[in-house]
């Protein structure tokens, strides 16, 4: 994949978990459940993100 490609595939990424964590933060605010296993999927996705990013520069 070309940095371009590659570029556009991470602000994908951010945009789609930014979305995600959105709707989870406001059915916790509204007292809503949500699944647990939702919420590790998450937290491992932004760590593997953070990670990959943090050690690449």
């Known amino acids: ?5 590659d570029l556009k595939q991470v ?8 979305e995600i964590t959105q709707r989870c933060s406001e059915k916790l605010y509204a007292n809503e459940n949500i699944p647990f296993e939702d919420l590790k999927i998450i937290s491992t996705i932004i760590e593997e993100f953070v990670d ?3 050690r690449g520069k």
């Open 1 to 5: 994949m070309n940095a371009t490609k």
């Open 11 to 18: 602000h994908l990424t951010v945009r789609r978990l930014g």
């Open 52 to 54: 990959r990013f943090h």
